[in-house]
């Protein structure tokens, strides 16, 4: 993987090694791209327009699925406010409907392709975003009364141009569908250079591949042949692979992209990697803190002189159940990714922020701090990254006391428990008592 991620990085990609973990430096765009592929997650690409956030998310694709660079733009959905459920999903044969009288459904590439792109999702108005929701979450696809339910996920990359013309706000649930969300970042002069010449993208192109997968897909896409189709991809994809290979060594790179079998034993490496109990801790801490305390449904406008305004709570609307498991898989595939044998804590607060700044509400209060300083992401990012340093603070001087209530816990002294949530008055240690 670490030659994937250098081949991508010098030939396909040139984004900012913005993400330290350790001693070293990564571009997140291109290193979680390469485990979202992997495990079938979640991305939002977020970047001012032209910035590269599509290209890399279909050369990414390509090179990690092992399709044809046009294969993958072929099943990019490009949003707009008249965009269909027929232009996305599926049709009537109108064939068979004259010749016949019945409603034959056919298909589109969309729901048997192993990666799908939406370019500019936030185009979409409201009332569409519902349109796709199953199909992010599920990969259960429907239309007109027929359903279309895919054993495997598929990855799923969506592009977001930041707020202009034509844009709008993406809804609560479809946000919380995404894993992780990312940023373009700015390049320094020499990689500039290098996009101003042109990637090359060549290695990935087969257009004539392209045109008979795309046929076979027509001929066959009835809901009866789904598998049929899936097996048909999948074939293509394993050939197709070792052609990328033979290419990418002709460039001077030695590269071995994973196989179906071989992306099965990877999910069960990263399935094995344990948790460790500190990570685990400061997330039972973190979760908690969040809640609001004076009521089930938070509001901000009730932080002022709340006597847990201080906390992240004021800061921070919530930090859902998916956005735990998305924490919880990708901080032990950051951990494989870089040979690491549990995901720590430092897995863990490197990812809080990709994982929880699109889909939380972020406080103004939070955001009017944070305006003004410079920076190399956005102000929400920026907000949620110091968010989670100051709650890092603060558990640090927790924890032993975080132990310590544990222990009380499993020996049944409440009475300490209840020492504790008075002596520290956190919502943790309040949460033992309730």
């Known amino acids: 993987m670490r030659e994937i991620y250098d081949f991508i990085q010098s030939t396909l990609y040139f984004g900012d090694e913005t993400l330290e973990i350790g001693s070293s430096c990564y571009n997140p765009l291109t290193l979680f791209g390469i485990l979202i592929s992997i495990l079938n997650g979640k991305e939002l690409v977020f970047g001012e327009y032209g910035s590269g ?3 890399s998310s279909e050369r990414i694709s390509s090179l990690m699925k092992g399709l044809p660079l046009e294969f993958v733009q072929a099943a990019t959905i490009h949003s707009h406010p008249e965009q269909t459920e027929e232009k996305i999903k599926a049709t009537l044969d109108l064939g068979v409907l004259e010749r016949e009288g019945r409603e034959l459904i056919r298909w589109k590439i969309l729901p048997f392709s192993p990666v799908i792109i939406i370019d500019e999702i936030n185009r979409l108005p409201v009332g569409k975003q519902s349109l796709i929701l199953n199909e992010v979450d599920r990969n259960v696809w429907s239309y007109r009364g027929e359903t279309l339910i895919l054993d495997d996920n598929k990855s799923f990359f969506a592009t977001i141009n930041y707020q202009d013309i034509g844009t709008t706000k993406l809804i609560p649930p479809l946000l919380d569908r995404f894993d992780l969300a990312v940023e373009t970042a700015r390049l320094h002069p020499i990689r500039k250079r290098l996009v101003r010449r042109g990637v090359k993208d060549y290695v990935l192109r087969d257009s004539k591949l392209t045109e008979e997968m795309v046929a076979y897909i027509a001929e066959n896409s009835i809901s009866e042949n789904a598998k049929q189709i899936i097996k048909y991809i999948d074939e293509i994809s394993e050939e197709f692979k070792e052609t990328l290979e033979e290419r990418i060594n002709e460039l ?15 999910k069960k490496e990263i399935e094995k990697i344990e948790f460790s109990d500190e990570a685990e801790l400061f997330l039972d801490y973190l979760t908690q803190e969040v809640y609001c305390q004076l009521s089930l449904k938070k509001e901000f406008s009730r932080c002022d002189g709340c006597h847990y305004a201080n906390y992240i709570c004021s800061d921070i609307y919530l930090i859902s159940n998916r956005a735990e498991k998305s924490l919880f898989l990708f901080s032990k595939a950051l951990a494989w990714f870089l040979g690491d044998e549990e995901a720590n804590l430092e897995h863990l607060i490197c990812l809080l922020p990709f994982v929880l700044w699109h889909r939380c509400a972020i406080s103004d209060a939070k955001l009017d701090e944070v305006r003004e300083i410079e920076k190399d992401s956005s102000d929400e990012f920026y907000a949620v990254k110091d968010c989670i340093r100051n709650v890092k603070r603060r558990w640090e001087e927790h924890k032993d006391f975080q132990i310590e209530a544990y222990m009380a816990l ?8 209840e020492d504790l949530a008075e002596k520290i008055k956190h919502p943790f240690f309040k949460s033992f008592i309730l």
């Open 410 to 417: 499993k020996n049944g002294d409440y009475g300490k428990i």
């Open 53 to 55: 956030k599509t290209t």
């Open 252 to 266: 001077g790179f030695k590269i071995e992209i994973p196989r179906n079998y071989e992306i099965k034993v990877i």
